[in-house]
């Protein structure tokens, strides 16, 4: 799969852009050097993984944690991202955590999966919300871009590539009418 077929599936999958899609489409160069004094701690990517394991929660496929979503996250932040999403982005990790204390009394690392996907389902509205009246140069919802991310790095990983879609390693000729089935995966290329 190529960047371009992989972003444009997460865009569909989020219903818009992939914040960060440009620079990652142009091999992660950016014009801004905010990035290189970024540095996510392991227990950032822990807490990005648990974020983004209530969001994709391992089933009969695996999670978005066991697809390392978390470090996938802070690559595309520190390397793709402009300056102002970074900083959405990184105040989001507090705001969200902040939430959690506010809503449940607790971090969201200290918080149960049941308060932690009710707190996601209610940022998420909050997210959609604001994405309603949003103008240009508001900066993007912390929520989204997370969200985003998540299933950027977890429908491209090679767990959601493979076990939650339907993958053929090297596909036949080209079908261009397969029958489709209630409950069927959808197809990774």
Known sequence: MNRRDALSRVALLVGGSVIGAEAFLSGCKTATKYGESLNF???DIAYLNEVAETILPATDTPGAKE???GEFMTVIVKDCYEEKDQKTFLEGMKKLDEASTKKN???FMES???QRHDLLVDLDKEAKDYGKTKKPEDPNHYFSLIKQLTLWGYFTSEPGATKAL???A???RYEGCIPYKKGDK???T
Request: charged letters at 20%.
């Open 41 to 43: 701690t392991p227990e």
């Open 105 to 107: 009394g607790k971090s």
């Open 170 to 172: 090297v596909p036949g």
């Open 67 to 69: 697809a390392k979503v």
């Open 166 to 168: 339907r993958y053929v």
């Open 112 to 114: 149960t999966p049941q």
């Open 186 to 188: 959808a197809w990774a």
